[in-house]
Every structure is written in structure tokens, then in C-alpha cells.
């Protein structure tokens, strides 16, 4: 039985999608579980799984549209199935509330009778292509039977037609060429991290304080229990002590963990803290939620497998939403001290220089070499003044300097 496949809701927050990659193309037959379609969120990308076996009569959708939650971007059917599109839409939509369509669907179609229901792996076609790299093709005169698709499964993707139409039209080599080696489309989690990034900057006059730590007995505390944490199955790096640092510190000075909400200051009673982790599609800030109720073995538990997760590509929004403050640590990359851009609608963020090793003087004449990291705290100095944040920073470092002071 023919059935409309839509954008699904992925979180509480999610509104719309975007269509990455058509897998499958219109014809092709897929398996129960196949992947057929990737669709990409604002933060993160889903491999949409065909729910039944049988054909891909009918493609709704574009790469590159941008759709609502709810509405339909294919149709699965049986081989030869006769199905009434327009009434599949309307039905679609009446089920998850989405909103009225601008174009209506044909009042039926038919899925294609030539493409089998596989029992394996279906037959690969002679041109896979996606419909948007198709009608690309048509307008511009280019020939598909020319051009060796990069896409999945060696389907023609959009770039591809494009480099050959530049191919067809060139007519001279300049003396002095640029040569780009690679073109990177800005879509997905990097067009939506670069666009928050901007409008962070232009929004929130940001100020940066930095602070050096010396973590000598952090470090110690650290090696003092690690076979008591390691005897539950843990290990808690140094990060994760700074996270519940941070996350106690937080508490003590609230206004540092709030949002601007139009003409008002939302101050927090919980720490949902962003850990922000540099992934191959770009930034991605998972949130280790109500980190200031959390043990420190649970703190190392919970945001090591949540780390994966969003490495992995498996993180969904609700894993990504509802922070109220962000560490991003750039110390194992060799960076002394930064200046971080805000992630909003957060007021702050701290950004982690490396460990290194300095010699310093201690008690009035004595010098010895101590383990230090500077802490860089950006904050929005429209919702925190200059003293409260000094406050604040001044408290993580008292923290991680005496960390017999952490309450586990």
C-alpha cells in the first residue's frame, strides 16, 4: 500500500528541514530499512529509512528545499500501485498540522511498473541523478552521459553539471590561475553556525576577560582518584572537572547564566552547560543538562558518551538545545587563549587555553614550575557588567585552585 513519507519531527524545537541528498531516486526500488534520503536540520543530518519495501514512485522534493515539519517529500508504493497523490498529501498534513500547501499534487499517479520490489540490493541504472542536477542539465545544455557522478553511488550531483557546464564554456586559461582544489558548499550545520556566529557579533557588544589558573592541584586531585573513579568505569579527565567547576560556580553567580529576551534578562536556576565539540561538519555544541546537580563521575559518564554521540553524526536536536552556558576547549589543539564568539541567545561563554608548564614564584621568593591554563570569558555586556563576570572567573579559578572546594 502506497505510503507518503515526511519530514519528521526530530525535537521540540525543530520547525523545518532541509534536503541534503536523494539516495534513492524516483524508480528505484528499496528495502524495508533502506536508506533512501538524508535530511539536514539545523543542527544536525538524519538518514531517513524507507518503512516499507517496495518502489520510490514519486519525489516531492528538491535537494536543497527547505521544508516544514510535516511535509511530504515522497511517496512509497508497490510496483504497478495506482494511488491517489493529492489525497495521500491532504491526509499527510491533516496528521501532523502542517500548513496548507502553495501548489496542489496531481490528482493521481502511478508508481512506476518497471522497477521491481527487491529481495536484495536493487539494480543500479545507467544514470543515476538527482532531479535537481537534472533540471540544472536541461537548462543548461549540458549532456548527462558525459559526466562521472561524485555523489552516493555514483549519482550526478548539482556541482558535478555545474563543473562540466564550466568545462563546455571555458575558452581561454588565464597566465595566472587561481587554483581552488575544492569547493565547499555552505549549507547545512556550517551555513547555520557561520550565520549565529554573525549575529552574535553584531548583536552582543562582547567583552573578554582572561584569567591563568594554576592547575597544579587539579592535576593532583585528578591522579589522587582516578582508581576510585576508574573502579566505576570512568575516567574523569580535566575538562570535566573544569565542567563542574564551572557548573558550581555558575550557581553562585547566576546572572553570568541567563539570556536576553527582548526587554528582559532571563536569569537561570539550572547550569545546562554546551560542550562544544569540533565535529568534520563543523561546530556542534551538545548540552550536558543540569550539570550543577551532577557528580563529577557522572559529569565524565554522561558527557563523554554525549561527546560520541555528536562525533558519531547521531545527535539529535534535543541533544543540542536549551543550553544556558558553553565551555569550548581548544587546549589540546595548542592554543594559549582566545577570544570566543557567544553562543547565543546564551550571555557567555569560557573558552580552555592549553595546560602548559611555567615557572612561577610562589610565596613571597620561592620559584617552582606549576601546570597552568588561561581561562577566556566572553560575555554579553548589554545582560553582565565587568565586575560580576570578574567575580565569576575569579571563583572558577579559586574552584580548580583548591578543588577539595568541588561538591560532589
Known sequence: MAKAITVPKLGLMMEKA????????????VNKGEVFCIIETDKVNFEMEAPQAGVLAKVMAE???????????????????????????????????APPVEKEAKASAEAPAAASIPTGRAERREIKVSPLARRIAEEKGVAL???????????????DVLKAFESKGRVSIQA???IVSKKVPLKGVKKVVAERMALSWHTAPRVTQVLEVDMTEAVRFREEHRGIWESKGVRVSLNDILIKAVAQALIEYPEVNSSLKGDEIEIYGNVNMGIAVATERG???????????????????????????????????????????????????????????????ESAILGVGKLDRKVKVVNGDKIVIRSVINLCLSFDHRVIDGAPAARFLCRVKKILENPAQIKD
Do not use: C, H, Y
Open 18 to 29: 532541509t534536503i541534503a541528498t536523494w539516495i534513492k531516486q524516483e524508480g528505484d526500488a
Open 63 to 97: 535537494e536543497g528545499s527547505v521544508l516544514p515539519v510535516g511535509e511530504v517529500i515522497a511517496v512509497i508504493a508497490q510496483a504497478g500501485e495506482t494511488f491517489d497523490l493529492k489525497d495521500m498529501i491532504r491526509q499527510a498534513r491533516e496528521e501532523t498540522g
Open 145 to 159: 552521459e558525459g559526466i562521472t557522478g561524485t555523489g552516493p553511488g555514483g549519482s550526478i550531483t548539482k556541482e
Open 176 to 178: 595566472f590561475p587561481l
Open 283 to 345: 561546530l556542534i555544541v551538545p548540552v550536558l543538562r543540569n550539570a550543577d546537580q551532577r557528580s563529577l563521575v557522572e559529569i565524565a559518564r554522561e558527557s563523554g558518551a554525549l561527546i560520541q554521540k555528536t562525533l558519531d553524526g547521531k545527535a539529535v536536536v534535543d541533544d543540542l538545545s536549551f543550553g544556558t552556558f558553553t565551555i569550548t576547549n581548544l587546549g589540546t589543539f595548542g592554543i594559549d587563549l582566545f577570544t570566543p564568539i557567544i553562543n547565543q541567545p
